[in-house]
């Protein structure tokens, strides 16, 4: 009976074409009309059908009824493949891609259909977006423009059909607001099949020691685990656990059977992970290490590994994907194998700088990334992207990556990129322009080719509206003051790559407060004032660049700032949600901690006639000054904002002073030229470390007392001033000892921030007992000298984009039983002339 009804609709819709003087329709002519949506839609289908009731409302104020047939003679709005079909515009559902829409206008009607699950829904909102000018602005602010009734819809039909099958802006905003995702047509974050569910891509994690879990084998086969410094390395919780020995067949199988389980409980999902841990502890085995000798990459046993599971899965289950990441050490792909057809790559950008897009071929870190990318396009067909979009350290700190999201992500599309996420501030809420950075990535993510920098400059005139001129003004001159400085800043960006200075966030608060001053309604005023915590959190980082030291006491200099400023924050930062201030950081433990700076931090400094150090007890002793007096140059990294004192030594697990758990040390002895610092941690272990200086060296010394048999996995983290923000390993150079010979160790990392070969060989050199940087240009540099054979690794973080380059240092011991002692020790020395 429906079919008859709307054959008739469809000849008085045709004959209505013929009378049609002009070849659109408007909004307002459709008042009047139905919502026509079959009974048999699904509830994703009926849900579009309610949404364009709610959005047709907002945009004419006139209400359309939802009705299952219409009569004959009046317009309609046709929602899903089955009202479509009734009414002779066949395409059935299935002849759809997934995610596919078709906007069908004539006169007398508006055909909005697609695939299943989600194609129609999207259909709904491309209407309104593209047709009619609204615009998903947050989950509480949609945009009609004020001539949006009288847009002009031209009679036709059009497809479209997403680029990424996969599209995740990972902000709380849009990870709260399932509804509102699905208007940013992001598909990722719900089940709800009333939006249509969720994309059958899961984003790849770091998960092979869940899949072989080393509590359950660990003990009985260590030799399933990496063979890191000669030994099975099961029982580390760093980086969320051990790796395997991906060359072992046992392995192999035992993964297998894993992945075979989660097949049988997640039957719709397309792709399965078998994926890195987030440490650099792979396997070191003969057999790993030929094959990744033989690939020049670790991406060599990897690839080989999840193909070797793929075609053990692929017998029962043809369609399932093995997806694995691309990442870090893993980034270089293999040079002779070749992922299989059913393995999915997720290629991961975490080394490249954010204020360049990643095409840019001025910018060195992102030159190769796109080296790299265009190699796997090559070899998988099932590349998938994982890019970085917010300071992970800062949530709330300006961020000047509006210019190249846009255009990023257009180089991931062309480049065959068939998902992308977008990692950004999504376990927080409230983090810097988060409302309008969720909105820009949104819509790049959905049509690729869009122009991020213009999607800002929209979204702020519509959403600050008379407030938006001095916030476009705070966006330029971060994105240029940063441009111009010649920064690189990265996904862990520093203050100074940042361009973060006393004057700079003046300039930011007075943005804001004149956008604030400017509002003219609480709605605006509270939408600004939200958007101002980047301001104030640039300015708390900017009173504790240049400390006040009196009374034996540090404390931020809040001069020319706000003296309410940490209040400030913290109030605003509770009024708008804030409760994350970065990746690992709550705000309460952040805005803990500066409260206590604030109150002045206790200090305590040793010297004689050649060196002064100043270090903080009561922050895992960190050391906040070394200066060598006959330069006068404090030769670690030069103060920074609260919790990026990095000179100490923090264990990676267990029970101690960490990198995100400050500990306090009771100063056991002082002397003017030497300090021994103890603390006893919750087990029982303790921690002394001992400071001293002679004519010539600061020396180091430790010595830990284990409270129970437990692993300790030590990681000695000294941070030193690079001296420059230049990325050129011709200036800072880092050298290491080889059989009594000084090596240059970074030759070449102009090009990347990772380079698996030669951090391998750093990683190896603790032997040599030596370990130096140096800067060419200012003639300055430091040695570590120390016994190689209290180490088993050096780490290398060459990072002279944040001014700073760490000589960290892995000592031997991986666990003492209860009562047993280690000792490890170091001492630097100043250089005025290269090492060799
Ligand atoms: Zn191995
Ligand atoms: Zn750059």
New binding site residues.
């Given amino acids: 009976m429906r079919a008859t009804v709307f054959a008739l609709a469809l000849m008085m819709l045709s004959a209505m074409a013929i009378r049609a003087s002009a070849g659109a329709l408007t909004p307002q002519q459709m008042v009047g009309w139905k919502i026509v949506c079959d009974s048999h839609a699904t509830p994703a289908e009926k849900y579009a059908a309610s949404e364009f009731q709610t959005l047709f409302m907002g945009l004419t104020g006139a209400s359309l009824p939802i009705v299952e047939s219409a009569p004959t003679g009046s317009g309609v709005v046709l929602i899903g493949p089955d009202a479509t079909f009734h009414a002779g515009i066949a395409k059935p559902a299935a002849a759809f891609g997934e995610e596919e829409l078709r906007i069908h206008i004539a006169p007398g009607v508006v055909a909005i259909d697609g695939g299943r699950q989600r194609g129609t829904l999207y259909g709904v909102y491309e209407f309104f977006e593209e047709n009619c000018g609204v615009r998903y602005l947050t989950h509480d602010d949609t945009y009609y423009s004020p001539d949006s009734e009288s847009h002009k819809l031209p009679f036709g039909t059009r497809t479209f059909n997403p680029k990424f099958a996969f599209r995740w802006s990972y902000y709380g905003e849009t990870n709260q607001y399932p509804e509102f995702a699905a208007r940013l047509h992001t598909n990722t974050v719900t089940n709800d099949v009333k939006l249509g569910g969720i994309s059958g891509y899961r984003l790849v994690n770091h998960c092979v020691a869940y899949l072989v879990p080393p509590a359950k084998y660990g003990a009985t086969h260590p030799e399933y685990y990496a063979l890191v410094g000669g030994k099975r390395v099961w029982d580390t919780t760093d980086g969320g656990g051990p790796q395997l020995c991906l060359t072992n067949p046992h392995v192999r199988d035992v993964l297998a059977e894993a992945i075979e389980q989660e097949i049988e409980q997640n039957p719709d999902q397309k792709n399965f992970n078998i994926a890195q841990m987030d440490n650099a502890n792979y396997c070191t085995c003969p057999e790993c290490k030929a094959l990744d000798d033989r690939e020049g990459s670790h991406s060599g046993t990897m690839i080989a590994f999840v193909n070797s599971v793929a075609e053990i899965i692929e017998k029962r289950h043809p369609d399932v994907l093995l997806s694995t990441f691309a990442y870090w050490y893993t980034r270089k792909p293999p040079k002779t194998i070749k992922p299989r057809h059913n393995v999915m790559v997720q290629l991961c950008s975490i080394e490249c700088?954010t204020?360049?897009s990643i095409d840019?071929p001025k910018?060195a870190?992102?030159r190769t990334f796109c080296h790299d990318m265009a190699v796997w396009n090559n070899i998988c067909d099932k590349l998938f992207i994982w890019h970085y979009n917010t300071n992970f350290t800062a949530y709330t700190l300006p961020y000047p990556n509006l210019k190249s999201i846009g255009k990023s992500v257009d180089y991931f599309a062309r480049h065959s990129g068939r998902g992308v996420f977008m990692q950004a501030a999504g376990n927080a809420n409230a983090a810097e322009m988060s409302d309008l950075r969720n909105y820009v990535m949104s819509r790049c993510l959905w049509k690729p080719g869009r122009d991020s920098w213009s999607e800002a400059l929209e979204f702020c005139r519509m959403y600050y509206r008379e407030s938006a001129e001095p916030i476009i003004g705070y966006l330029t001159d971060l994105h240029n003051r940063v441009q111009a400085a010649g920064m690189?800043p990265t996904c862990f960006p520093t203050e100074s790559s940042l361009c973060i200075t006393r004057e700079s966030a003046k300039e930011m608060l007075a943005s804001f407060n004149q956008a604030i001053s400017l509002a003219q309604s609480d709605t605006i005023r509270e939408r600004v004032e939200k958007a101002s915590l980047c301001a104030y959190r640039a300015a708390l980082s900017a009173s504790s660049i240049d400390l006040i030291y009196s009374d034996n006491l540090y404390r931020p200099d809040l001069e020319g700032l706000d003296p309410q400023l940490l209040d400030r924050y913290e109030a605003m930062g509770k009024k708008y949600g804030a409760t994350m201030e970065g990746e690992g950081t709550t705000s309460e433990s952040y805005i803990g901690g500066l409260r206590t700076f604030f109150a002045g931090l206790k200090t305590v400094s040793i010297e004689n006639q050649t060196w002064r150090v100043v270090l903080l007890p009561g922050s895992n002793g960190k050391l906040i000054e070394m200066t060598y007096k006959p330069t006068g140059r404090n030769l670690i990294q030069a103060h920074r904002a609260f919790n990026r004192f990095r000179y100490e030594e923090w264990v990676r697990s267990g029970a101690g002073p960490a990198g995100n758990h400050s500990m306090s040390y009771e100063v056991a002895n002082l002397q003017p030229d030497s300090i021994t610092l103890a603390l006893v941690a919750e087990d029982g272990t303790r921690f002394e470390r001992k400071i001293a200086l002679t004519s010539d060296a600061v020396k180091f010394d430790t010595n830990i007392t284990a409270g129970v048999d437990r692993a300790l996995d030590i990681w000695v983290h000294p941070e030193y001033d690079a001296g420059t923000t230049v990325m050129d390993p011709e200036t800072v150079r880092v050298y290491v000892k080889q059989r009594s010979r000084w090596v240059q160790a970074n030759r070449g990392w102009r090009e990347a921030l990772s380079n698996p070969p030669q951090e391998a060989f750093i990683r190896g050199s603790a032997p040599g007992g030596g370990y130096a940087l140096f800067n060419k240009e200012l003639q300055y540099g430091v040695e570590q000298r120390f016994n190689g054979n209290d180490f088993r690794a050096l780490e290398l973080f060459w990072g002279p984009a944040r001014q700073q380059v760490n000589l960290e240092l892995v000592p031997k011991v991986t666990s003492l039983v209860k009562g047993e002692k280690t000792h490890y020790g170091y001492e630097v020395h100043y250089l005025s002339n290269a090492p060799r």
């Fill in positions: 700088c204020l360049h840019d910018c870190l992102n690189h």
